[in-house]
C-alpha cells in the first residue's frame, strides 16, 4: 500500500531563513508526488508537482526516486508562507491522492 | 467560475442519524473525489466517481456511499453516523481525460456527530 510520511508535525521559522519541509514516500509503481498547501481559512490547492519541475512562490522539490523522497524547500521563508503543507501521491494516473499527515510552517518575523 | 463548491459548510448530526453532502465541481470537471480529513490528520480518499459511477473506492466501510448526476455533481451518503465519523469532507474535482489533471478542492463541510 501506498504511504506518505511527513516526520515533523509543526515547523517554525524566521523570516529571511530556509525552510525544508520533508516528504517521504513507500510505493511499488511510478507515482506522481504533489505538494499542497492550505492557507489559514482557505482551501486546499496545488502549490507544485514533480511533472511540472518548476518554481512556485520561491518554493522547489525534486523528486529522488533512489531515496522514495519529495522534500519542499524554500531558501527564503517569507510571512506569506505560513501555512499547513501536505505531500501527497497519486497512482494510475487519476488523481486517487494519498496525503501524508501534513507539516504546519509557522514564519516568525 | 467559483470552483468547487460544497454544501453545507457545518452540520451537527446525532449518533445514527444519516448525512447527505453535496458538492459541485469547477466548470468543465467530470470527476469528482472525496475525502475525509479527521482532525489533525492528511485527508483520506473515500471513492471517486466518473461517469456516474463509483471508479475507485478507499478503506471506507459500505456506510460511505455516494452518487454522481449527470451534471457531475456529486453526493457522499453516510449512514449510522458514529462519533469517528467526525471530520471536514472534502470534495475534489478533475478532468480525468485532460492533459492537466490537477485536482481542486472545495472547502469543505465540517461533520459533527454528537
Known amino acids: 500500500a501506498q504511504r506518505v510520511t511527513q516526520p515533523e508535525k509543526l515547523l517554525s521559522v524566521f523570516k529571511g531563513a530556509p525552510v525544508e519541509l520533508k516528504c517521504n514516500y513507500s510505493?511499488?509503481?511510478?507515482?506522481?508526488l504533489f505538494w499542497y498547501v492550505q492557507y489559514s481559512r482557505q482551501r486546499l490547492q496545488l502549490l507544485l508537482r514533480?511533472?511540472s519541475r518548476e518554481s512556485i512562490k520561491g518554493f522547489t522539490a525534486d523528486l529522488n526516486k533512489g531515496e522514495t523522497s519529495f522534500h519542499l524547500k524554500k531558501p527564503f521563508a517569507q510571512e506569506e508562507d505560513s501555512a499547513m503543507y501536505y505531500c501527497?501521491?497519486?497512482?494510475?494516473?487519476?488523481?486517487?491522492?494519498?496525503f501524508g499527515k501534513g507539516n504546519q510552517v509557522v514564519v516568525i518575523p | 467560475d467559483a470552483g468547487v463548491t460544497q454544501s453545507p459548510t457545518h452540520l451537527i448530526k446525532t449518533r445514527g442519524q444519516q448525512v447527505t453532502l453535496r458538492c459541485s465541481p469547477k466548470?468543465?470537471?467530470?470527476?469528482v473525489s472525496w475525502y475525509q480529513q479527521a482532525l489533525g490528520q492528511g485527508p483520506q480518499f473515500i471513492f471517486q466517481?466518473?461517469?456516474?459511477?463509483?471508479?475507485q473506492r478507499g478503506n471506507f466501510p459500505d456506510r460511505f456511499s455516494g452518487h454522481q448526476f449527470p451534471n457531475y455533481s456529486s453526493e457522499l451518503n453516510v449512514n449510522a453516523l458514529l462519533l469517528g465519523d467526525s471530520a471536514l469532507y472534502l470534495c475534489?474535482?478533475?478532468?480525468?481525460?485532460?492533459?492537466?489533471?490537477?485536482?481542486?478542492f472545495g472547502q469543505g463541510t465540517r461533520l459533527t456527530v454528537v
Open positions: 475534489a474535482s478533475s478532468f480525468l481525460r485532460g492533459l492537466d489533471t490537477e485536482a481542486f
Open positions: 466548470s468543465g470537471h467530470d470527476t
Open positions: 510505493y511499488s509503481g511510478s507515482p506522481e
Open positions: 501527497a501521491l497519486s497512482y494510475y494516473g487519476n488523481n486517487r491522492l494519498a
Open positions: 466517481y466518473y461517469e456516474e459511477e463509483e471508479r
Open positions: 514533480h511533472i
